[in-house]
């Protein structure tokens, strides 16, 4: 084992179909997903911010290089995946981190998904219209 892979921390981080799966080192505040830097990653800077929001929660945005790859769902499931995968991860480097984390609500994976449709309907509530006659 290397000395550079001791301070190296990793994460897997869920949402919706999108997995992450986050290492994080100590370093300068680079932030990339899939090779590209957050902000030209995240179609908007709104899920940037959602993405690196555990590093902002634990005041380390500045100190923390996160490197993620991220496949599946779209790019908010995407964003909520790495931010789970983060804060996942940086429990690993600091357990007394965990607390601040788990206020915030980054610890829980949000289960919300999309619900399957049913049969005889066209979609999962929708229903076909009703005729009496």
Not at 105 to 118: I, L, Q, S, T, V
């Amino acid at each position: 084992m290397s000395a550079d892979t001791a301070t190296l921390f990793l994460g897997t981080g869920r949402r919706k179909t999108s997995t992450a799966r986050v290492r994080i080192t100590e370093g300068t505040g680079k932030l990339t997903a899939n090779g590209r830097e957050f902000e030209d990653y995240f179609s908007h800077e709104n899920f940037a911010k959602q993405a690196y929001a555990p590093l902002v929660t634990v005041e380390l945005r500045e100190k923390i290089d996160v490197v993620a790859n991220v496949s599946g769902g779209g790019v908010a499931g995407q964003a909520g995946a790495v931010a789970h995968g983060i804060a996942r991860a940086l429990q690993k480097m600091n357990p007394e981190l965990r607390a601040a984390l788990k206020k915030a609500g980054h610890m829980k994976r949000d289960p919300r998904a999309k619900e399957r449709k049913k049969p005889g309907q066209p979609g999962a509530r929708k229903r076909f219209q009703f005729s009496k006659r």
